[in-house]
């Protein structure tokens, strides 16, 4: 996959951030987008407030 591909180069590429969005909800997939190196997987579809929190997230900024 493009998210293990990314995750096997090397710094700083290899430590990109990566928030799968997907319309799958199964445990399975959630858990393979992990196993592939995704820092948060969401089911769509999802708010524009939803994914400014997690861009934010993905950033380092917490919020609150």
């Known amino acids: 996959s493009f998210l293990r591909t990314v995750r096997g180069k090397a710094l700083p590429l290899s430590s990109t951030p990566a928030l799968i969005t997907s319309s799958e909800a199964e445990p399975q997939r959630i858990a393979a987008a992990r ?30």
């Not at 089911?43 to 997690?54: A, I």
């Open 35 to 64: 196993s592939a190196g995704a820092n948060f997987y969401v089911v769509k579809p999802l708010s524009q407030e939803t994914l400014v929190q997690y861009a934010l997230l993905l950033c380092g900024v917490r919020h609150g």
